[in-house]
């Protein structure tokens, strides 16, 4: 069965250094992969999607992302955080003829000033 | 260009009620998907609708059904709800099924 595993639940930088959340997916088939930011009460927002082609994708808000395939990886990186990107980060699998997302648990991202 | 609407955003509901939640999908969108987030949690695919047919559930019991309408909005229905039914529901609409999905803000349901 598919799955998505974040290992880091919560994560604290530095305003102005350098952010990488990690995303590791497990499903059969080539992936569809996502990452989400949620802000507290709040929905989800795209940040950016893999879907084929060049295997690092370019998201909103400075953020990008590479896709590994030998490593099942998807991880997110912002070469320098902004006070304003703390929030809850997901990785999402699409899977199934029903486009379902499988989410991670989540990354609590903190950032210091 | 509208965003995906739900209403209302609080809910509060005691066991054993019935609740109904509204989403209406960003214009043009035909699929529309539901998810439960737990306090914590990723969301949790609840089930998808396209073109009024429920086109694939996640593992949630038969009393979560839900609706599409001709406008492609849609309804989540819950009934007898229980304490764990507490969750942020989330609505999110796709042009075509396999494209990216677009999330409203969220219901949040508590039950007393």
């Known amino acids: 069965a598919q799955s998505v595993t974040q290992p880091d639940i919560h994560i604290t930088v530095s305003e102005g250094a350098s952010l990488e959340l990690r995303c590791n997916y497990s499903?059969?088939?080539?992936?569809?992969l996502f990452w989400y930011v949620q802000s507290p009460g709040q929905g989800l927002q795209l940040l950016l999607k893999y879907f084929s082609g060049d295997t690092l994708v370019q998201g909103i808000k400075g953020f990008e992302a590479e896709f590994k395939r030998s490593q099942s990886s998807f991880n997110l990186r912002k070469p320098s955080v902004h006070w304003s990107d703390a929030a809850e980060y997901f990785c999402?699998?699409?899977?199934?003829?029903?486009?379902?997302?499988?989410f991670g648990t989540g990354t609590r991202l903190q950032v210091t000033l | 260009e509208t965003g995906v609407t739900q209403s209302p955003t609080h809910l509060i509901k005691t066991r054993g009620q019935q609740v109904t939640l509204r989403c209406s999908s960003q214009s043009g969108h035909n699929t529309v998907s539901w998810y439960q987030q737990a306090l914590g949690q990723g969301p949790q695919f609840i089930f998808q609708?396209?073109?009024?047919?429920?086109?694939g559930r996640g593992n949630f019991p038969p009393r979560f059904s839900g609706l599409q309408f001709p406008n492609y909005s849609s309804e989540l229905n819950v009934n007898a709800l229980e304490l764990d039914d507490s969750a942020l529901y989330l609505c999110?609409?796709?042009?075509?099924?396999?494209?990216?999905?677009?999330f409203g803000q969220g219901t949040r349901l508590t039950v007393v």
């Open positions: 609708y396209y073109r009024e047919e429920e086109n």
């Open positions: 499903y059969g088939a080539t992936p569809y």
């Open positions: 999402a699998v699409l899977t199934g003829t029903a486009s379902k997302l499988t």
């Open positions: 999110a609409s796709s042009l075509l099924q396999g494209s990216e999905a677009f």
